[in-house]
């Protein structure tokens, strides 16, 4: 499947009508610099609808983009971003939790996008509990594969997947295109 349509709608921060008006959601977590923008990129098929940035931590607001007029990508600010202030870093932390446990969405699906060659860090983890303890319906997405060894890519996922109480874990790379039908299907099924 291919996506026709992406348009950017709004970023939010706040209480917002966007949020309450019964579209769809499909929503993009991550660390910052996880490569986040560049996986909705790849998936949308437009090289700059997300931009993708060198200083990372840049982006604080939610970032909503109208996908074939009938679901929105939902952008969320990257956490544990390590040259941020602390203020910072707890500001996007509250605002993450903020969308994921106060917004109710009838129909939300979250994509958390992990670095295949780095692993599940401990921020990673604790998102992990958070999406658990909220009963998010989420897949895992291991981008960056090209970076793993040919023989190192089961035992990524396996790792990955036995520290996330057996969740599915989606092989990408945004760089190659990998892996972007089945992430496409995932989404969408
Ligand atoms: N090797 C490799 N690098 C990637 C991949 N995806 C993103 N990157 C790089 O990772 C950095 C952060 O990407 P970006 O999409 O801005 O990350 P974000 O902060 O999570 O939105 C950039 O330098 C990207 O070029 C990938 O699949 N493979
Ligand atoms: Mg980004």
Redesign the pocket.
């Known amino acids: 499947m291919t996506i026709k349509s992406a348009e950017f709608i709004k970023g939010v921060v706040s209480d917002d009508a966007i949020l309450f008006d019964n579209i769809p959601h499909i929503a993009f977590i991550?660390r910052?610099?996880?490569?986040?923008?560049?996986?909705i990129n790849a998936i949308v098929g437009r090289k700059k609808l997300v931009k993708?940035?060198?200083t990372?931590g840049k982006t604080r607001e939610i970032n909503f983009f109208l996908i074939d007029e009938k679901v929105y990508f939902v952008d969320l600010p990257?956490y544990g971003f390590a040259k941020a202030s602390f203020t910072q870093r707890e500001k996007i932390r509250q605002l993450i939790l903020w969308y994921l446990t106060d917004i109710e969405v009838k129909n939300r699906k979250i994509v958390l996008i992990v670095d295949a060659k780095v692993g599940l860090t401990k921020l990673d983890l604790e998102m992990i509990d958070i999406l658990n303890d909220n009963q998010a319906d989420y897949i895992i997405v291991a981008?960056?594969a090209?970076?793993l060894k040919r023989n190192d890519r089961q035992k990524t996922v396996k790792e990955i997947s036995k520290n996330s109480f057996g969740k599915i874990v989606y092989l990408f790379?945004?760089?190659k295109g990998e892996g972007k039908n089945d992430l496409l299907t995932a989404i969408f099924e």
Not at 32 to 39: H, I, L, M
Request: proline share 5%.
């Open positions: 991550g910052s610099n996880v490569g986040k923008s560049s996986v993708s940035s060198s990372p990257g981008n960056k090209d970076k790379s945004a760089k």
